[in-house]
């Protein structure tokens, strides 16, 4: 399918309507990036409030249709976006949801696959590259169908950091968080630029401190953002709800995106078979290329630790 042609007319189901999967639908109303819009959750009475919600606000931003349904409603999607699980509680790190998300990612890739077994997979519960890789194994999909959610968020978080460090327009910030979706993330910073220059220089002509000390902590203040989040407010929405509909625009406008999303990578950087992020071209068929970008001999070590991690986690789920 030419997803291109299809944006604006094109189906997207979303499964699990919590925090995220609520947001996610509203900020996708605001886009208006599809013609039709399928809520599906265990609790059916909050999807079909969730979609009267936002079906209210139509009138003012532009027609769609949207409706609340079971896994049957999903035929015909041309992307499947995955929110249902467990949320992440305060003290919690990503990978202690493992076991009962798995549980909850298994029924639920078995059913889509029953009703939309064309669509493309957006994977976005946590620990989301461990899923990733539970329902790619799961369904025998082409890797380029099952796409997480990965470090999307992340590598906006680090952007708008140093926009605030550097007083200059994030727009112009190109600098990527890559590996897990979690605690052992690394910031590429051998390759950040703003706008070509070095990162280094422009925090040189900006009489700003580029050492070990900044990099650390803005790295931790990345890696801290959900936790701080989640402290306050008891669960993260609207950042991941953006970085969801940036990913489903890059696809339905085949917009061949440069996006961190988590996606297999087994052999890449002498990896093994895991599921993390490194950037990845974006466009009608999923994730098209995986960039296999220069490291720092650091970055390169910290990646390699961070595939280490998620592949104890898979072995210990079973995935691999």
Known sequence: MNRKDNAGQAKVAVVGIGNVGAAF????????????????????????????????GLPLTGPMDIRAGGYDQCAGADIVVISAGVNQKPGQTRLDLLKANADIMGGVAEQVMIHAPNAIFLVATNPVD??????????????????????????????????????VDVRGIHAHIIGEHGDSELAVWSRANISGIPLAEFCELRAKPYDGDFRRTTLEKVRRAAYEIISRKGATAYGVSVALC?????????????????????????????????????????????LESMLSEEEHQALANSANVLRENARALGVI
Request: glycine content about 8%.
């Open 130 to 167: 461990v899923l990733t890789l539970k329902v790619l194994k799961q369904t025998g999909l082409p890797s380029a169908r099952v796409i997480g959610s990965g470090t999307v968020l992340d590598s906006s978080r680090l952007r708008s950091l140093l926009s605030d460090y550097l007083a």
């Open 25 to 56: 639908a509203f900020a996708l109303s605001l886009k208006r990036l599809v013609g039709e819009l399928v809520l599906v959750d265990a609790n059916a009475a909050k999807a079909e409030g969730e979609a009267m919600d936002i079906m209210h």
């Open 246 to 290: 940036r990913i489903v625009e890059a696809i339905l406008k085949d917009e061949k995106s440069v996006l961190t999303v988590s996606t297999p990578v087994e052999g890449l950087h002498g990896l093994p078979d895991v599921c993390l992020s490194l950037p990845c071209v974006v466009g009608a068929g999923g994730v098209e290329l995986v």
